[in-house]
């Protein structure tokens, strides 16, 4: 039985389709079904029930997806323990908040592929909390995220960067003091079921600010973009690798606690070699892009 079977078994399983499998495992929808059949096969047993649409797990399939862990798992521990290279090289899936993914993640990516030409790199965006549970059951190799809390002790956490809270405010917008711009700007909000919505809404009720919220919005970029055009202000977190667009903003400080950025991966993940080499390069462009917004 092939490894790659079981791998894209569990993409499967994740993913909840074979065409969204096809995107994991980098081949065609036609060869995910192929090498499912081929598995079948080796097995002797269906494993999916395909007249429903799209075909759905049998029993016996939901059964082995654990084991199915297990065994991928111990096949990519080997290859570590022995010292092969072969933990630099390969594919790496990296889930990532999308405020991280216009600055931070393609930076250090870039940094990260220099040294590692034949590396692979697959990029999922996705809320902090829907992150870390992704992380917990294997179905990335490691999350940049900003969850509040981390439930499982199965993860090992690495800390990035505090970014606290500001006001932001287009460059050519009015002065005054945050709770004045607050109070008589339109309110420009992020989405509440997001983390760093709801460190700013919390913050905003502990100092009693009422806002005239004009919209919310789903993402920080989008926030940020909105705010350059002028139509409000906003709470968020200091971008520690920040794009243009924020970049160029006016930021008032708050004097406030924000968030943690952060890096979880499986403590038993077994391209941990990879990952250190992705921390290394992740603060490495925090700390390049900090020297140059201080000498600016």
Same mark, same amino acid.
């Given at each position: ?83 092969? &290279?072969?933990? !630099? #090289? ?10 991280? $993914?216009?600055? +931070?993640?393609?930076? =250090? ?91 700013? &809404?919390?913050? !905003? #009720? ?10 919310? $919005?789903?993402? +920080?970029?989008?926030? =940020? ?72």
């Amino acid at each position: 039985m092939s490894i790659t079977l079981l791998r894209t078994l569990i993409a499967v399983a994740d993913t909840g389709s074979f065409v969204a499998a096809s995107d994991q495992v980098h081949v065609s929808q036609a060869a995910v079904g192929q090498q499912m059949r081929r598995l079948e096969d080796v097995l002797g047993a269906a494993l999916f029930d395909r007249q429903a649409k799209p075909p759905s797990l049998t029993a016996l399939a939901l059964s082995l997806i654990p084991k199915a862990r297990a065994v991928v798992a111990a096949y990519d521990a080997l290859l570590a323990d022995a010292g092969s &290279e072969s933990t !630099l #090289v390969g594919t790496l899936t990296l889930g990532a908040v999308p405020s991280s $993914l216009h600055g +931070l993640v393609p930076m =250090a990516l870039k940094r990260l592929m220099q040294s590692t030409p034949q590396l692979q790199v697959r990029v999922v965006p996705g809320l902090s909390s829907d992150l870390v549970e992704m992380v917990d059951r294997g179905a990335v190799d490691a999350v940049i995220t900003s969850a509040l809390d981390v439930p499982s002790s199965s993860l090992r956490t690495y800390h990035i960067a505090h970014e606290p809270l500001v006001l932001i405010i287009a460059p050519d917008g009015p002065k005054g003091t945050p709770e004045e711009l607050l109070r008589s700007l339109p309110y420009i909000r992020h989405a509440r079921r997001s983390a760093a919505g709801k460190i700013a &809404e919390d913050w !905003l #009720v502990r100092n009693r600010i009422n806002v005239q919220s004009s919209m919310e $919005l789903e993402s +920080l970029e989008t926030v =940020a973009s909105v705010v350059a055009h002028g139509l409000g202000v906003s709470v968020v977190p200091h971008i520690c690798v920040p794009d243009p667009v924020f970049a160029g903003l006016r930021r008032v400080s708050l004097e406030a606690p924000g968030r943690n950025l952060c890096l979880l991966t499986r403590a038993d993940c077994p391209k941990a070699p990879l990952i250190e080499r992705l921390v290394q390069e992740i603060l490495e462009a925090v700390r390049i892009c900090k020297v140059s917004l201080n000498q600016n």
